[in-house]
């Protein structure tokens, strides 16, 4: 157990739909990083958050935001979904030491 | 980032030590080596990570050449239970944190 929680774990939903995923970090840590993990793209970053303000951005999506809330857990929010938004989506967590440790994560699956 | 090279599979005899080798060889000064694991849509799982030295932890072993050019992950006595994806990461630790992960040693152990 990595200590970071991810909620729900699955999710069904449909096309053009918006769904909220959410994360918590392990105690301590400040950072908050969220992944994304399709078929065909494996495991892309999409962003990170530090104490509450956006640090880093990879190949996230318009359609997706996320934020990092004063309790330090996060919520990715994808909206408008279209059937390739199909993946696994993981939350990591971080302090100082750099590792990252990844919650079990979210199936999501539109149909 | 620099980039890594793994072989795309292996496997390894159970109780034996399993040895991963890497390919970093545009690896700079200041980047270090991680590596992480994936067993079937967990969560990555952290592993080890060095700079320079080599390095042990209760999992795993890390062997850096000395030019940095390569290195080789040993799992000193395999277990079915470590059948996973293992990914090289050459990392920066700058404010952008984030991970990148290609596509791994798909590691099998056989009883």
């Known amino acids: 157990d990595s200590g970071v929680t991810q909620t729900p774990k699955h999710l069904i939903t449909a096309t053009g739909q918006r769904v909220t995923l959410r994360c918590s970090p392990r105690?301590?840590?400040?950072?908050v990083y969220w992944y994304q993990q399709s078929l065909d793209q494996g495991l892309q970053f999409l962003i990170q958050y530090y104490n509450g303000e956006e640090r880093a951005k990879g190949n996230i999506l318009e359609r997706f935001s996320a934020q990092q809330f004063p309790d330090l857990h996060s919520e990715l929010n994808l909206s408008s979904l279209e059937l390739g938004d199909s993946a696994l989506y993981f939350c990591?967590?971080?302090?100082?030491?750099?590792?990252?440790?990844f919650g079990p994560g979210t199936r999501l699956t539109v149909t | 980032d620099a980039k890594t090279t793994q072989p795309p599979s292996m496997d390894c005899a159970e109780g034996r030590a399993a040895n991963l080798p890497c390919n970093h060889s545009t690896i700079s000064g200041n980047e270090y080596v991680y590596w992480y694991r994936q067993i079937h849509s967990q969560g990555p799982q952290y592993i080890i990570h060095g700079l320079k030295n080599n390095e042990t932890n209760e999992m795993a072993s890390l062997i850096i050449t000395e030019d940095r050019k390569s290195s080789t992950l040993i799992l000193p006595h395999a277990t079915l239970r470590d059948t996973a994806v293992y990914y090289c990461i050459v990392f920066y630790k700058s404010n952008d944190y984030k991970l990148s992960f290609g596509a791994g040693t798909t590691v099998t152990v056989r009883a």
């Open positions: 105690s301590g840590d400040l950072s």
């Open positions: 990591a967590s971080s302090s100082w030491g750099y590792e990252q440790y």
